[in-house]
């Protein structure tokens, strides 16, 4: 069975609401799944997820959070060789530019990144939402 982990940061909660899509699509493509903040990652179910989406907003000048995310992503970031990776998050400014590098650090740890990272400007329109939901399937189906 696939078992998708949806983990996230989101300091306004435009993040955590694609996350909460991104995870109820997983659920309908018949996976478990586990959708977590990463403050509050569960590090027992690591070797057991299958397929991961990752979810942080903009931070500072177009960075990742370096205060929850990043040592989070440090501690999956094993986990990730081979498996499928969809990136997401919101931003504010900047359209989204801290998603390239992100990118080439999910390829360095050998994760399949499933397209271009996701970003979208604050608060998910409806039209954003289905495009999350659509990438999750895409997600799932690897």
């Known amino acids: 069975m696939k078992k998708c982990m949806v983990m996230y940061v989101s300091s306004t909660g435009n993040t955590e609401q694609m996350a909460a899509a991104i995870a109820e699509q997983a659920r309908k ?26 979810g942080c907003s903009a931070h500072g000048v177009e960075e990742l959070d370096g205060g929850e995310f990043l040592p989070a ?16 998050g919101s931003y504010g ?11 080439e650090r999910t390829r360095l740890t ?8 996701f970003v979208f ?11 999350g939901k659509q ?6 189906a690897q």
Not at 73 to 88: A, M, S, W
Not at 110 to 117: A, H, T, Y
């Open 29 to 54: 493509e018949g996976a478990e799944v586990v959708l977590c903040p990463a403050s509050a990652l569960p590090k027992a179910e690591l070797p057991t997820i299958t397929h991961w989406a990752l």
């Open 73 to 88: 992503l440090e501690q999956i970031e094993p986990y990730l060789r081979g498996k499928p990776v969809l990136l997401f």
């Open 93 to 103: 400014w900047g359209a989204g530019a801290y998603m390239k590098p992100w990118e």
């Open 110 to 117: 050998g994760g399949l990144l499933c397209g271009e990272g």
């Open 121 to 131: 400007e604050g608060a998910p329109a409806e039209a954003a939402i289905e495009e």
């Open 135 to 140: 990438r999750a399937k895409i997600l799932l």
